[in-house]
């Protein structure tokens, strides 16, 4: 299991904050190729938002229906992906061997915050399922406008609300 400890970089006052810097430039170049959308900092800042809430949902339902199904960790099967998410996640992989995203993404996953742990294979898959949310994020913009090329803020939160109601 992965540990954090925002103590090491002590100038920085957020280790989140650092990592995300380190994605600026695939996340543009992923924005651009998914969407031909263009991002800025504080796009980046909500896209990580995003990333980080959808994959908690995510889990806070594996971790149901694994107690359901008496599983002691959360199993690849726990998790509710839809048909819509598994063709994003295919986008994805796709699209990621020249953006190298999945990186970034493997280490921006929420840490389990639930009674049960992931097994191995769940928290591999995590990178590919933050992978195809963003997909379908960057599809939901140009469903929302499909002239747009820059999300303003008003779209962002309409874009949150539309995966509350499914997510």
Known sequence: MR?????????VHNLKM?????????IERFFRA??????DKDDIRRYFDFV??????????????AKANDHVRVEPQDLPITKGLQEGMHVFEAMDQGLDLGRILERRVPEPQFDLPYSDETEARLPSIAGGLSVALARTFKIIDPKM???ITAHW???FAIFNQLL
């Open 3 to 11: 540990t954090r400890d925002s103590s090491v970089l002590q100038p």
């Open 18 to 26: 650092f990592k995300r810097v380190e994605g600026i430039a695939q």
């Open 34 to 39: 998914a969407a031909e959308l263009d991002v």
């Open 52 to 65: 980080e809430q959808k994959v908690s949902d995510l889990l806070l339902m594996a971790q149901h229906t």
């Open 149 to 151: 090329k820059h999300a």
């Open 157 to 159: 939160k309409q874009a």
